[in-house]
């Protein structure tokens, strides 16, 4: 069984930043790419960021030197550093294996004054 669980959305501000943290189980961790994926209100779920097994990123244009993502491969987590966020930024954020289909429940982003 696969378990994936994110953490760390919430409220904040434009221009503050927020960290999010993915545990995931029942899968060899290490040897996934990863990525992170954002929902909108009233759009389509849409990739955000991806990291390899061997720690190579890539990240969509909207979040680039802004966004970081990493991985602890010893604690099965994926991390978000979000940077700069501003009101477009707010959606439910999910974290996946690239090659996997499980998804967890997300955690909330909200950007606002």
């Known amino acids: 069984q696969v378990y994936i669980r994110e953490f760390g959305g919430g409220l904040v501000e434009p221009g503050g930043s927020l960290r999010l943290r993915c545990t995931v189980s029942?899968?060899?961790?290490?040897?996934?790419?990863m990525g992170w994926y954002r929902q909108a209100p009233g759009k389509q779920r849409e990739w955000v960021a991806g990291?390899?097994?061997?720690?190579?990123?890539n990240y969509t244009d909207s979040v680039k030197d802004r966004f970081t993502i990493s991985r602890n491969n010893a604690w099965n987590t994926l991390f978000l550093q979000m940077n700069g966020l501003s009101v477009e930024d707010t959606a439910v954020y999910y974290c996946k294996a690239a090659s996997k289909p499980f998804w967890g429940q997300g955690t909330t982003v909200t950007v606002s004054s």
């Open positions: 029942g899968i060899n961790f290490k040897i996934y790419e």
């Open positions: 990291i390899t097994s061997s720690g190579r990123t």
